[in-house]
């Protein structure tokens, strides 16, 4: 049977400096792992106080994430360009006050409720998740920050948008 025995260093300081470099090492290892990839940049929450959450790529109500719990939509309304008017095929989404810092308001007509809307603007899109008691109003929605812009954290400039309506009373 062969027995091995650990190298030892013959001084304190020498000792002292080994552990030290093996707990920066951990810590850089640690702190590196732990980042990850860069944080969401989502922007502000919209006037009703709805947080939004940047979502990659282009999504639409049908492929979110599998992270996000389905929406059960009873109507979709695609918004392209995000411009002032109403949209639908009852109207049921009006847009306005399309700001030049690229955000905008919407109202729904009485008989559906939002209980999510998409914002797409740059590599990525918003997500503002009304579920579940929906909402007919809000304002100041926006894609999101657009970290590397002059000036920095302005919003992408608004592609499109998307809104998940169910009929007033089904979800509100």
């Known amino acids: 049977m062969r027995v091995t025995t650990r190298a030892t260093t013959g001084s304190t300081t020498a000792r002292w400096a080994a552990r030290c470099t ?5 810590t850089a290892l640690a702190v590196t792992l732990g980042a990850g990839p860069a944080s969401a940049q989502p922007g502000p929450p919209s006037a009703s ?10 999504p639409t109500f049908t492929t979110l994430p599998a992270s996000i719990t389905p929406f059960d939509c009873d109507r979709t309304v695609k918004v392209e360009p995000v411009s002032a008017g109403s949209y639908g095929d009852d109207d049921e989404v009006t847009i306005s006050n399309v700001g030049a810092d690229n955000t905008f308001d919407f109202d729904i007509s009485d008989d559906f409720a939002a209980i999510g809307v998409i914002v797409k603007g740059g590599p990525n899109a918003n997500l503002y998740d009304y579920r579940p008691t929906g909402i007919q109003a809000d304002q100041d929605l926006h894609a999101p920050l657009n970290t590397s812009s002059s000036p920095p954290n ?11 309506l169910v009929e007033d009373g089904a979800d509100t």
């Open 22 to 26: 093996g707990l920066g090492l951990a």
């Open 49 to 58: 106080g709805e947080q939004p959450v940047e979502v990659p790529g282009n």
């Open 154 to 164: 302005d919003f992408y400039g608004l592609s499109h948008a998307d809104f998940c």
